[in-house]
């Protein structure tokens, strides 16, 4: 399976993003679906992920009520739909799929985007 993920950018405190991550290759296996988020120097992070129904969705705190995840199976795509954005959210965003279930937990996900720059403006 591959992952691309695009949609990242510069925007200004409280701007909004989209990012989205196309999966390709053996996608008839149904996954879970992730993002993660990366500062230079400081581990990976947990941002949301979305079971293959889309019924069960986790977010780490710092994002909820800001952040949304959703995906589209018949495209094999996952969304991030970013408001309120904040200099904290700046970072290297990538997706993954790999997990039967959705979990915050890396070591469960086999594969992984290249990732897309955040940057957020103070």
């Known amino acids: 399976v591959q992952l691309q993920a695009s949609g990242g950018g510069l925007v200004q405190t409280g701007g909004s993003l989209r990012l989205s991550c196309l999966a390709s290759?053996?996608?008839?296996?149904?996954?879970?679906m992730a993002w993660f988020r990366q500062v230079p120097g400081e581990e990976r992070e947990f941002v949301a992920t979305i079971s293959v129904s889309g019924l069960n969705i986790y977010y780490t705190d710092s994002v909820k009520g800001r952040f949304t995840i959703s995906r589209d199976n018949a495209k094999n795509t996952v969304y991030l739909q970013m408001n309120s954005l904040k200099p904290e959210d700046t970072a290297l965003y990538y997706c993954?799929?790999?997990?039967?279930?959705?979990?915050?937990?890396?070591?469960?996900?086999?594969?992984w985007g290249q990732g897309t720059l955040v940057t957020v403006s103070s």
């Open positions: 290759g053996r996608t008839f296996i149904p996954y879970a």
């Open positions: 993954a799929t790999g997990a039967a279930q959705a979990t915050m937990d890396s070591s469960l996900y086999k594969y």
